[in-house]
């Protein structure tokens, strides 16, 4: 099946020790967003690719970094993980919004543990 | 900017009630509107869909109506299950930045 993965699916790093997480899919979108959720929230989106151009929203920390290697792949770095970044970071893709409709397919996503 | 409110907080209707759970938005411009749902310890998925005015979604007893003339979306069901149990999202989208706005989530907790 067609599908948006993420790795890992947990993830425990140390306080200012850069991580990285992974999303990978297999729905040939062009468009990829990471969100950032914590518990009892709403997702909050970080950034998103369009194709290869990137858009960062206003409020996205500078510590908060993306990179799209390909159609495929998605990662995001998180260059001094601080207590407060403990979060669920969640993966989703989405088509073109000139070929249709504009659901967002999510991944799993991967909880972040900051010690 | 885009903006949506829904019902807040937990609704706690016992197997067999009548739900809704309100959603009104506000967009820049024509939106579609979708309702996405998570259960625990998994991402949001879609959980019905309107892309234009006076469209009905539907998914597993759920509808919601996309109501222009209020600016609403409200999603209700006949009679839920315990099966239903878990977080909806209001999301409209209104174009041009290829992203949806997350309504604030509602945590629907059916009692069996």
């Known amino acids: 099946d067609a599908m948006v993965i993420q790795n890992p699916r947990y993830q425990v790093t140390q306080f200012g020790k850069p991580v990285t997480l992974s999303c990978s899919q297999t729905l040939n979108h062009n468009v990829m967003y990471w969100y950032q959720q914590k518990s009892s929230q709403a997702p909050k989106l970080l950034f998103h690719?369009?194709?290869?151009?990137?858009?960062n929203e206003a409020d996205t920390p500078d510590n908060f970094q993306s990179r799209r290697p390909n159609t495929s792949f998605c990662f995001l770095d998180i260059r001094s993980p601080g207590l407060g970044d403990a979060a669920m970071y969640l993966c989703?893709?989405?088509?073109?919004?000139?070929?249709?409709?504009?659901?967002?397919?999510f991944g799993p996503g991967t909880r972040l543990t900051v010690t | 900017g885009d903006s949506v409110v829904q019902t807040e907080g937990q609704v706690l209707p016992s197997e067999g009630d009548s739900l809704i759970v309100n959603c009104s938005y506000e967009?820049?411009?024509?939106?579609?509107l979708f309702w996405y749902v998570q259960y625990p310890g998994e991402g949001p998925q879609l959980h019905l869909k309107a892309m234009k005015a006076n469209d009905k979604g539907r998914n597993k007893g759920f509808e919601a109506m996309y109501r222009k003339e209020t600016t609403s979306f409200h999603l209700e069901k006949d009679s839920v299950q315990e099966s239903d149990s878990a977080v909806y999202f209001c999301?409209?989208?209104?174009?041009?930045?290829?992203?949806?706005?997350f309504g604030i989530g509602t945590k629907l907790q059916v009692i069996p």
């Open positions: 999301a409209p989208y209104s174009g041009g930045y290829q992203k949806v706005t």
């Open positions: 989703a893709t989405s088509r073109d919004r000139d070929r249709g409709t504009y659901e967002q397919y």
């Open positions: 967009t820049t411009q024509y939106p579609s």
């Open positions: 690719y369009y194709d290869k151009d990137f858009n």
